[in-house]
């Protein structure tokens, strides 16, 4: 089905590593953007193997091995205390246990070198100011309408939309997102201006009732990516835009380690913002007639295990192999659906088993991690390259 003219409505990494992964399999693709502007927000990401081994099938293993970090170590720490419940020495343990490396990336300088691989590929591929309003389909055919009175008609439709998808809306529900009681601050600092600060490990999660707080180096250690998540009913705005300050931040973290407050006043208060946590349950199908669903547009899950973009990488991988593989649409979105959705769904349970647990363990009697921990084999080695489809 090489001939298919695919169209991606969504260029975050989820729709652009679907592109990738269809441009290298012979694949026309065209991605709709909503934003005038390519751009990620800054924050970090963290890059599991099973991850990896996505972007190494679209050609990105240099790019990540030459860029992004590989954290030697990790703790998960107590957070009255800064004492070290459990550290461990990741120094080439995730490529021997899984056959791929785990990294930790600016979002934005992935973003950038997808969107530069697309565009290699393609320099049109990306339609910039395309917000996506519904869909028509045809026998053979699939027909999106945009916000701006453009039309474009392809043979199949892929919505990589984020949690909020228009094309979701537009083919299974809008039902909205369920805030989960749980709002998170993020930052980026200097990693020279909290060097008395980050002792301890390269990467870490610091532990404590109802509150995690998580900070890793980014750029070979030029930076820190910082992350807390609290319970709380204070705000439940969504957007990644949303200015906090340090005040707000550290009333949160009262009584946590000299560490965590350090790190929190040094951030930039520029560099300083918070969002709601929302959620959804998983759902019984993703597909209707030439159109599907990837990434957080099937299924949006919570940070804990910090899979959320690893599963849309993997989705993109799945799904191009699949379209490369079957003879009709029909065909190859049932067989990407069985081979996800079993995997994403226990994702997204564990993820919100991993909060309830990193948030309700008593940091004074650790007994070690949840049976969810990230060490677990069936997680991190998934191959979405080889997986049987």
Known sequence: MRDLSVLVIGAGMGGLTAALALQKLGFKVKIYEQAPALGEVGAGLTISPNATRALEFVGLGPFMAEHADKPSSGALVHYR???????????GSFLEQFGAEYYQIHRADLHDALVAAVRDNDKDAILLNHAFATLTQEDNSVTAQFENGETATGDVLIGADGSRSAVRGSIIDTVAPKFTGQAAFRGMVLAEAVAPYMTIANSSTTMGPGHIFTRYYLRHEALVNVVGIAKTEAWKEEGWSIRATHEEFLTEYQGWNENVAGIIK???????????????????????????????????????????????LEDGVVLARCLEKYDTPTAAFAAYEDARKERTKGVLLDSR??????????????????STGEMRVPLMGYDPGSTPI
């Open 81 to 91: 205390t800064g004492e070290a419940l459990t550290k461990t020495q990741r120094d």
């Open 266 to 312: 040094a951030i930039p208060k520029d560099k300083l913002y918070k969002w709601a946590l929302f959620d959804r349950d998983p759902i019984p199908e993703w597909t209707v007639g030439r159109a599907t669903l990837l990434g957080d547009a099937a299924h949006p899950m919570l940070p804990f295990l910090g899979m959320g973009a690893a599963m849309a």
């Open 353 to 370: 088993k991993q909060g309830i647990w990193y948030q309700t363990s008593d940091p004074d009697n650790f007994k070690g991690f949840a």
